[in-house]
């Protein structure tokens, strides 16, 4: 009996382990959604700001403006990590810090890393060089988050702090896999113009003003866009965690229900093994 009341006790542990896996993964496939949806309908915004800019460009360097002028030497560079807010996701947010730390290794420059997430306070601050956390990015971005975030790395590199700014985060290729990746954001880059026929452009107001707006708008979309890019990843991870999860536990009650089964089969063999020698225990005792 001590035996099946602790394989009950088992089965109804494992019972509650599988709801909750089951609702996080809910959970995670409503926010991840979510996020899809927003994505959707921000990447055309970042792609044709930044073919815009491309456009608007004229040929010589703008060297005036401080988003598009570049460094001639790149002495400081401020990586931006964007890890997830919480754990249950797989080897998601370990793989990024160890990402990053094999980047730093091989970084010659004096380097900073900016995290996005609150995730592993303790288990990133000791191992990298942290200079700012933003802890306030929800699970499903929005602009106010970006535009924050945004305005941050614009300040750090227009100041000097930086001379560039890179992006460290996980690319979303699938629902089964996320690939760590960069993305040098500060200075913008140019696409290359060549074959390209120089038009006669008129900007109104005027060119600076209209260079610097392009200019705004394609990195705030463009850290918008890369904010819930790595959201959908650390969701899609959570999802595919929880299901291995999930199917795990189920397979545990299946086993932990047939061993109750044979359990109480043994006792109720004991059972009667024990009544039937009481039996013929007292037609011996009244045949004597």
């Not at 699970?139 to 590199?157: F, H, N, Q, S």
């Not at 100041?159 to 290729?173: K, N």
């Not at 140019?190 to 705004?216: K, Y």
Request: aromatic fraction near 4%; charge should be neutral; hydrophobic fraction near 40%.
């Amino acid at each position: 009996m001590a035996n099946t009341r602790a394989l009950k006790a088992r089965v109804a542990s494992a019972e509650g382990i599988l709801q909750i896996t089951k609702s996080m993964k809910m959970a995670s496939a409503a926010k991840l959604r979510r996020v899809q949806a927003a994505k959707a309908k921000l990447g055309p915004v970042a792609r044709e700001s930044r073919r815009l800019l491309a456009q608007a460009l004229p040929a010589e360097e703008p060297g005036a403006l401080p988003l598009l002028a570049g460094r001639d030497e790149k002495k400081r560079v401020c990586y931006v990590l964007l890890i997830g807010n919480r754990g249950l996701c797989g080897a998601y947010n370990s793989a990024l810090v160890k990402y990053t730390e094999g980047l730093l290794r091989r970084e010659s420059r004096q380097a900073e890393v900016a995290v996005c997430g609150s995730w592993g306070r303790e288990s990133v601050e000791p191992v990298l060089p942290v200079c700012r956390r933003f802890d306030r990015i929800g699970d499903v971005p929005t602009a106010e988050e970006a535009g924050e975030l945004a305005a941050w790395i614009k300040e750090r590199y227009s100041s000097g702090a930086a001379d560039e700014i890179v992006f460290v985060y996980q690319r979303y290729d699938s629902f089964l896999k996320q690939t760590p990746c960069t993305l040098s954001l500060l200075p913008l880059s140019r696409e290359s113009r060549e074959g390209q026929a120089e038009e006669m452009r008129i900007f109104e107001p005027d060119r600076e003003s209209v260079l610097t707006a392009l200019a705004e708008l394609c990195v705030n979309s463009t850290v918008y866009d890369l904010l819930l890019e790595a959201r959908c990843g650390e969701h899609a991870a959570r999802m595919a965690s929880m299901t291995s999860a999930a199917d795990n536990t189920e397979e545990l009650i299946a086993k932990l229900n047939l061993a109750l089964n044979h359990a109480r089969q043994a006792a109720v063999t004991t059972e009667i093994t024990e009544i039937a020698g009481g039996a013929e225990a007292l037609k011996e005792l009244k045949d004597r």
